[in-house]
């Protein structure tokens, strides 16, 4: 049984290789089972080695229904440097080109915890791992030009600042301040590298899945996790954006923000340039780049 034609108006996936990060559960898994329904080949970057080759195989009955190639896992550890770069060079010796890159993982804690790098988690992994990432992996994204480069933002970016005298939150940490943070500041990442790799062939989207209930919930008391499903989306209505946006076969210009299926004007915050690049150069530091 070979891969069913591309839904109307969407491109043909088969053949073209994605990696996802926050594959393992929620809507990155759901996602990765549909890219893969459409004859795609995945790399699904995951922490724990168990629930990582747990989703692999279910993505991979997903890919044997349309007779796509099987996927592959990558192990990360979006919290600590050493493991991004590690994976980066793995995945740099098996592919030599990415055609779309979906940075789809996140954490949201109310407590201030600290990475191995000593960053705040939130800032460390929902913003500083994606950059990182896709600077170590653009030149497999130039090889697959014209690619794409999908990050994981929120509308929750609207009421984010960027405490620029503090943004490890060391003097003042709450989970929403800090989340909403991470989310403008991934906006305006996603905003400056369109502008400093312009011409490169990449295009880079922000997109904004929905309030969904996931595992990123985890953390909250037990009686606000039961009443989350009440005001939130399924994980499967949250992978539709990632899945809209790596398979539409002509995009917006690149630093588009997406409120789900459609581009939206992200708040002023997010399109303050000036901040772009000076958060750009910060983050840049942090990374170690």
Avoid at 29 to 40: H, K, P, Q, S
Avoid at 160 to 165: F, I, N, S
């Amino acid at each position: 049984m070979g891969a069913a034609a591309p839904p109307a108006g969407e491109r043909e996936l088969r053949g073209l290789r994605i990696l996802i990060t926050g594959a393992t559960a929620g809507l990155g898994r759901v996602a990765a089972i549909e890219l893969a329904r459409r004859g795609a080949h995945l790399m699904l970057a995951g922490r724990d080695p168990g629930r990582t080759e747990a989703a692999r195989a279910v993505v991979a009955a997903a890919a044997a229904s349309a007779a796509g190639p099987a996927p592959e896992t990558l192990a990360v550890d979006l919290g600590s440097q050493a493991s991004i770069r590690a994976a980066v060079a793995e995945v740099r010796t098996r592919w030599q080109r990415i055609d779309v890159l979906i940075s789809n993982a996140g954490v949201y804690s109310p407590q201030r915890k600290v990475t191995v790098d000593g960053l705040e988690e939130t800032f460390a992994v929902n913003v500083v791992a994606p950059f990182l990432m896709t600077e170590l992996l653009l030149p497999a994204l130039q090889a697959a030009a014209p690619s794409r480069a999908i990050t994981t933002s929120s509308n929750r970016h609207r009421g984010g600042k960027l405490h620029w005298d503090d943004l490890q939150l060391e003097r003042g940490h709450g989970g929403i301040a800090a989340y909403n943070q991470s989310k403008l500041a991934v906006n305006l990442l996603v905003r400056e590298a369109a502008r400093r790799h312009a011409g490169s062939g990449v295009s880079f989207h922000a997109v904004h899945p929905g309030a969904i209930a996931t595992e990123i919930y985890r953390d909250l008391p037990w009686l606000v996790r039961k009443l989350i499903p009440v005001f939130t989306r399924t994980a499967a209505g949250g992978a539709a954006p990632l899945v809209h946006v790596a398979s539409l076969p002509e995009l917006p210009p690149s630093g588009t923000y997406w409120n789900r299926l459609r581009p939206e004007t992200a708040s002023a915050a997010a399109r303050d340039d000036a901040a772009a690049a000076r958060l750009w150069d910060v983050v840049k530091g942090l990374a170690g780049l």
